[in-house]
């Protein structure tokens, strides 16, 4: 049995599918994890999200995900919590007679996920931890909001997330201010200011700010975390941390990594 965590698919499923050859997936014996981003920016997310419904459908536990700040987008969009922006693909997607049906699995993923390894736990994660997170607390944080998008309380929660409107809880805020950090973190000072607008290569990044990863003393360390989300950084890794998000919408390669032994799997983009 491996366990394989998948970087940004956004919706490129002929590059995913070749990737599982590549990995030699077999659902009856293999985990797979999205690392987040399944959706959106490329042409096919609604094959990506019928794929994964239907594997975890047909063998329980096998494909899963957590979630990623495009995925959480496309929540709001089915929810009618906000109109399309200039670069979504999600009209296919969205316009499907089972749109609901995948939408439900997708919000039913978490946001944060403790893989058991022969080498020790790892946490999944689509974008980073703010340097004063220790990974237990963040975890809980992870939680709360989890279960917020499982009851009545996920369209103010997604909304707020999103911009849409400002929730009158603020336990809600909390929670989308978590989410927000979680799925879109990159670049942060040493006091955990952040700039979510930012997007190129870490050795640009504004002055003042660095990679959340490494930050001086952060409170995550030790801990191994796996994440995607910065796709002009590309895969890198450092002492406890692993970064798979290898730009595959953009036309580079789709990347898997193996928790077990953190073994690296790449196809390209293009076949």
Not at 55 to 76: K, W
């Amino acid at each position: 049995m491996a366990t394989w965590t998948i970087g940004d698919v956004q919706g490129c499923v002929a590059p995913l599918k070749r990737l599982l050859l590549a990995i030699g997936f077999e659902p009856t014996r293999d985990r797979a994890i999205l690392c987040g981003d399944l959706v959106n920016r490329g042409a096919e997310s609604l094959a990506v999200l019928r794929w994964a419904v239907a594997a975890d459908r047909e063998q329980p536990g096998s494909v899963s995900a957590v979630l990623g700040n495009h995925d959480l987008h496309f929540l709001a969009r089915a929810h009618g919590l906000l109109g399309a922006k200039r670069r979504d693909t999600l009209d296919e997607l969205l316009a499907a007679k089972d749109c609901d049906q995948l939408a439900q699995w997708l919000q039913r993923q978490p946001l944060m996920r403790r893989v058991r390894t022969p080498a020790g736990p790892v946490v999944l994660l689509h974008a980073g931890l703010l340097p004063h997170w220790t990974v237990p607390a963040a975890e809980l944080q992870a939680r709360a909001a989890e279960k917020m998008l499982s009851n009545g309380q996920h369209l103010d929660l997604l909304a707020a997330v999103v911009g849409a409107r400002v929730p009158l809880d603020p336990a809600v805020q909390t929670a989308a201010d978590f989410v927000t950090m979680a799925t879109r973190l990159r670049v942060c000072t040493p006091t955990g200011l952040v700039d979510l607008h930012f997007s190129g290569p870490p050795e640009l990044a504004p002055a003042g700010y660095m990679p959340w990863f490494e930050v001086p003393e952060r409170k995550s360390a030790g801990t191994r975390l796996v994440f995607g989300h910065w796709a002009a950084m590309g895969v890198r890794k450092g002492d406890d941390w692993y970064a798979i998000d290898s730009g595959c919408v953009w036309g580079n390669a789709l990347t898997a990594l193996r928790l077990d032994d953190l073994h690296l799997t790449q196809v390209c983009a293009k076949s």
